[in-house]
């Protein structure tokens, strides 16, 4: 294996290439350390770098494996987290000035099973301030910029853990999902970015925006990464009081599902429309492609989206101003203008305003289960756009002219209101080299299932990772 491919290669590969005695942790978790000191003045990926404990940590994993005490496939795997997660006694920032000191006494849960498992940190990501919104652009620290087109957002909130993914400056990293904060910067970097079912995955030392319709996610660059990552990650924390008691996610239901012949829902155009045209084309060609290894492809009959992101939208205000209003109170200019006035009309909801959107997406998930229930996934783009240039406000879009942040929201919030697991995976390039997304969506607690669609899907197509041209 060349020392230049190491930043790329997969989990599934490192891991191989570890046990083997082919590589090395110390030596994949410096190549990461490289490629950050080599690129992050220009993507602005990180917010802190953590190379004398990553590599102390790779060393001690190195001398573990070395004693036969191989603790699994994430041993000595150097990931990254968005600066949303607490790291004992690191500093998380949320992307704001108002944490700039804050250091957590504990590991978030997520965090501290991947340690359990043996893997390597080297550092928090770059995020939209307080993860409340879609572009990366954040006041305090800058643009994450896309690697594929560095006049271009990578999307957010995630866009940190996505720009370093795609770009090999760590091998996956963990993000959060509360309106598609994971699935919207992986589609537009080019790389898988993925968020179970409500209440797989704990959620307890995560800087909360919206306690119902947080999801903690993952960026990788293969689906066997994910399923992997989130075997590790995924189940019932007591800690955390919205975890399930369900059956443990593994791997090897992924590979032994059978996904030849699935059933597959397309939302009405009135959802989906407008769509650029590069992200139609590629869409409907990848649909193209799984109809003709069989995949029944039909219309979905649920005409209330629109609903459901309204309720999501009372949801979201109202959650993120009760959770910062007493930093709202203490120290309203440390807030960015945009979301201060964005956290002050959260707190003018009124509470039987909140409880009755609470209720009505109560009945809106049973609705749209009983709509999907003839399908085994629903698919759709996962932005009706490519990524947009940094400062964009506004896009046409076939006539019509869309903000930015509803050009790339539109498509994926809606599965966080609904609590389904949802995936976005690589579908191709459009004409100006910018990549472009297909999202899957399942039923509660199927994610093995909606991953080994995922697989099936890469087999079919092809679309998978592309090293971006830095």
Request: glycine share 8%; aromatic share 8%; charged share 25%.
């Amino acid at each position: 294996m060349r020392k230049s491919d190491l930043p790329y290669i997969s989990i599934k590969e490192a891991s191989e290439a570890i046990r083997s005695g082919e590589v090395s942790p110390v030596e994949l978790t410096a190549s990461a350390i490289d490629r950050i000191k080599r690129l992050n003045d220009v993507l602005n990926a990180y917010v802190s770098v953590f190379e004398q404990s990553a590599v102390e940590e790779a060393t001690k994993a190195e001398a573990e494996i070395r004693a036969g005490k191989w603790l699994g496939p994430l041993h000595g795997i150097p990931l990254s987290l968005k600066d949303i997660f607490y790291v004992k006694d690191t500093i998380t920032t949320a992307g704001s000035p108002i944490l700039k000191d804050f250091r957590a006494e504990y590991d978030a849960t997520a965090v501290r099973r991947l340690r359990e498992a043996g893997a390597v940190f080297v550092g928090k990501t770059n995020l939209h301030e307080f993860a409340y919104g879609v572009t990366n652009v954040n006041p305090y620290f800058g643009p994450t910029k896309n690697p594929w087109n560095l006049d271009r957002i990578t999307g957010g909130s995630s866009g940190g853990s996505a720009a370093a993914v795609a770009a090999g400056m760590c091998l996956a990293s963990l993000g959060t999902d509360t309106g598609g904060s994971t699935r919207i910067p992986a589609a537009l970097c080019g790389i898988i970015g993925f968020k179970p079912t409500y209440g797989l995955v704990s959620k307890h030392g995560v800087l909360p925006l919206a306690w119902s319709l947080d999801h903690v996610g993952i960026l990788a660059r293969s689906i066997w990464d994910v399923s992997i990552l989130l075997e590790a990650i995924a189940g019932y924390d007591p800690m955390d009081s919205t975890t399930a008691f369900s059956k443990p996610f593994e791997v090897k239901r992924v590979e032994g599902l059978e996904v030849k012949k699935l059933r597959v829902g397309i939302p009405a155009d009135e959802f989906l429309e407008p769509l650029q045209e590069d992200v139609g084309k590629l869409f409907w060609n990848s649909l193209e492609k799984l109809e003709a290894e069989g995949w029944q492809v039909h219309k979905l009959d649920f005409r209330y989206f629109e609903h459901v992101s309204a309720c999501r939208y009372i949801v979201l205000l109202t959650e993120a101003a009760s959770f910062h209003a007493d930093w709202l109170r203490r120290s309203p200019e440390l807030y960015s203008e945009e979301l201060r006035h964005r956290l002050m009309l959260g707190l003018l909801v009124p509470s039987d305003v909140y409880l009755k959107a609470q209720r009505a997406r109560k009945a809106l998930v049973r609705e749209f289960l009983r709509a999907m229930k003839e399908f085994d996934l629903i698919a759709c783009p996962t932005t009706r756009v490519t990524a947009p240039r940094i400062g964009e406000e506004k896009i046409l879009i076939k006539g019509t002219e869309l903000g930015v942040r509803l050009a790339l929201v539109r498509l994926t919030e809606p599965f966080n209101a609904l609590a389904l697991p949802a995936i976005s995976m690589p579908c191709g390039m459009s004409k100006d080299g910018l990549p472009v997304g297909l999202q899957m969506v399942s039923k509660p607690f199927s994610d093995d299932l909606l991953l080994a669609a995922a697989l099936a899907y890469e087999e079919i197509t092809g679309n998978r990772y592309k090293r971006p041209p830095l």
